[in-house]
């Protein structure tokens, strides 16, 4: 697995941001590209993080923000349990078809600033530009998990 880098980008903020998570998106997709079911599902520790959750639980935390507490869509958000019926290809489409609904609230945002419509009990709550670092920062943390799990796979390293 050839190292990749993110390209550099002279832009505003909200460009830079989501230009950045893409590629965070598409590191943690290209770490599972290749793993058999069976691999998919293998944890080294005992929490039971593995591939096939990792995926899972990217497109729910992309859910929970955008769709549940921005946009006040709760109903489309899903949980991040493994189920028996569960495969790694339907995971990786789960996901894709996440980014899309996710990039398309936020394109129909009026900027970073625009407040989320659902907030935490004892929250002031966040606005979009809080969301999107926060999904950067989620989805990096798990990219970099999927990346010890893979090379103790069968030793594929790289972004």
Known sequence: MADRRPGHLVAGEADTVRALLQFQRESLVRKVIGVSEKDAR??????????????KHASLAERIWVL?????????????RLEPCDTLGGAVAYYRLTWTEVDRIVDAAAGLDQRA????????????????MHLLEETARHAGHADIIREMLDGAAGR
Do not use: C, K, Q, Y
């Open 68 to 80: 549940g507490r921005f946009a006040d869509r709760r109903a489309e958000v899903g949980h991040d």
């Open 42 to 55: 293998w944890s080294p520790v005992p929490s039971g993080t593995s591939l096939l959750w990792l995926m």
């Open 117 to 132: 419509l659902i907030t935490e009990p004892g929250s002031p709550g966040v606005n979009l530009r809080w969301i999107l």
